[in-house]
């Protein structure tokens, strides 16, 4: 279909962006726009303070425990992290998530 855009997770290019932590793009869009899969290994923590700036981060739980520095998300949670939000992703068993960032 026309302006259909599809990517495989496989295929994906992997950036470790910090010790235990891949990330792989999927797709990018105007303004900013982008979504990715976020790979981390337990025992992993993000470095330093991940800041939502300019727009928000939205964050589905694909496998595993998300934990954003106080509280558990287990595999099927959503979060929506308000621009100007901060948070430090952190994961005691290991998980993945779908990243989604709408304005940038």
Same mark, same amino acid.
């Given at each position: 279909m026309a302006g259909y855009v599809w990517a495989a997770v496989a295929?994906?290019?992997v950036r470790e *962006? #910090?010790?235990g932590?891949?990330?792989r793009p999927l797709w990018s869009g105007e303004n900013?726009?982008?979504a990715q899969i976020l790979e981390m290994d337990p025992g992993s923590h993000w470095e330093?303070?991940? *800041?939502?700036?300019p727009g928000p981060e939205e964050v589905f739980v694909v496998? +595993? *425990?998300f934990n954003d520095g106080e509280r558990d998300y287990?595999? +099927?949670s959503f979060i929506h992290a308000p621009a100007g939000s901060s948070h430090v992703p952190q994961s005691t068993t290991g998980c993945t998530l #779908? *990243? #989604?960032y709408p304005e940038g």
């Open positions: 295929d994906a290019p *962006v #910090f010790p932590i891949r990330q900013g726009a982008s330093g303070i991940d *800041v939502h700036e496998s +595993g *425990v287990p595999a +099927g #779908f *990243v #989604f």
